[in-house]
């Protein structure tokens, strides 16, 4: 019954042709949408409520301007997190083969991007392109371009990550590949950013430079214009909440950093103990050759080093694969963050000023202006996309670092189990058998 009225609801304000929506329309959906479980109790209720008590009164621009949203994105944006559990996906990508291209004037590797689908945005239900990283990353540029108000998901470092020197090496290739797939499916999971023109265009088009070569989207041209607006403005204060919201990313860059310092420190300090080990087991090796009735105790001791050299050799590469890129990606996932945070704090100011315009007018009673009420949609609408995005970013991170601690306890509980034990077991009668062979070795020895 509530999804009924919800339909109703659409027809009711949307028209009887296709759902185009204007701005103060567009509040009246994010408003419905805000208080549906509150909808869903007094459904329950009281039967008799239909959808024609919950709509606002109507305000904002004129109704001949359209909402630069899509309707099947005002949908999902009404949907938030309730399809992420995967069972009414439509969509999915992934990226694998990763391929070396060498050129005459540069080399460089390209992902081969797979999407299925049966949404009706796309033609065919299935699509393969191939992308290099430059085409993810104007993929990322033309999403801040015409969703300025979302949280767009950060690009692994364009350069070298630390510690690794060759960028054509399988390590790095493989780290890029993984962070670069968890890139499309956040994007892809995301109820708004999933149905964007520019996301369409790259995961379908064969040839992508073409759409490269177009110029600037309008909206960013509106956007570039409030920065200069907004500029010379001041901005009074920010709200409470956004401000929390600054302070929480200020503290969480920070701890996440110190963080990624000290595990890159136990990673050195683990592959110099490596390097020691490495050396240090073909010691017994080669003195075994020379001992004959120590040769098997001596084997023992040269087979444990090994096997505890190889634990730690998954462990580390456990932390260098699977650990630091969690926390590089949150690192970059507050600064944008904070990056919307700024484009917010321009519209607001750009609001406030033109406020103040008003105000300074020599009337007794001034009408708001039309362009002050778009300005103030559009802050309403910067505040309520950023708060719901920042709610599916903490509960995102909840699970990855929920995941990722709980990975990174099992893989030390299994390094412990193959080199510990081990050397409990089978190492340490190695060494026994050793120290009662020497001691019969040396009481065998004719006295000097």
Known sequence: QLLIDLLNFFTSIGGSGPLMFTWAQVKV??????????????????????????????????????????SSSLLNRLQLDDDMDGETRDLFVTVDDPKKHVCTMETYITYRITTKSTRVEFDLPEYSVRRRY????????????????????????????????????????????????????????HPVLSFNEHFNVFLTAKDLNAHKKQGMALLTRVGESVKHVAGGYKLRSRPLEFAA??????????????????????????????????????????????????????????????????????????????????????????????????????????????????????????KVPADVEKCQDRMECFNADLKADMERWQNNKR?????????????????????????????????????ISLVIWRSLEPPC
């Open 29 to 70: 959906l994010r408003k419905w949408g805000n208080e549906r479980m509150w909808c869903a109790q007094e459904f329950l209720l009281c039967p008799s409520l239909t959808m024609q008590d919950l709509i606002l009164p109507n305000g904002g621009t004129p109704a001949g301007t359209a909402s630069p949203a899509s």
């Open 134 to 189: 430059q085409d993810f990353d104007w993929l990322r540029n033309k999403l801040e371009e015409s969703q300025p108000t979302h949280l767009i998901p950060p690009l692994p470092e364009k350069f070298v990550v630390k510690g690794v020197v060759d960028r054509f090496s399988e390590e790095f290739v493989e780290t890029r590949r993984k962070a670069l797939d968890k890139f499309l499916k956040r994007i892809t999971d």
């Open 245 to 366: 919201i600054g302070e929480y990313l200020d503290t969480f860059a920070l701890k996440l950093g110190t963080i990624d310092r000290i595990a890159q420190r136990i990673i050195k300090e683990e592959i110099e103990y490596l390097v020691e080990l490495r050396e240090y087991g073909p010691v017994y090796s080669t003195w075994s050759a020379l001992e004959g009735e120590l040769a098997e105790p001596l084997e023992g001791v040269s087979a444990c080093i090994g096997n505890c050299s190889t634990a730690l050799e998954e462990l580390t590469d456990d932390m260098t694969e699977d650990f630091l890129p969690v926390l590089r990606e949150y690192i970059l996932y507050s600064d944008s963050m904070k990056s919307v945070l700024k484009k917010r704090d321009h519209v607001q100011a750009e609001y406030e000023a033109k406020l103040e315009a008003v105000a300074l007018r020599k009337e007794e009673r001034p």
């Open 399 to 435: 699970q990855d670092f929920r995941q990722l601690l709980m990975g990174m306890a099992d893989k030390n509980i299994q390094y412990y189990e193959k080199a510990v034990l081990w050397f409990c077991t089978q190492g340490f009668f190695a060494f026994i058998l050793l120290w």
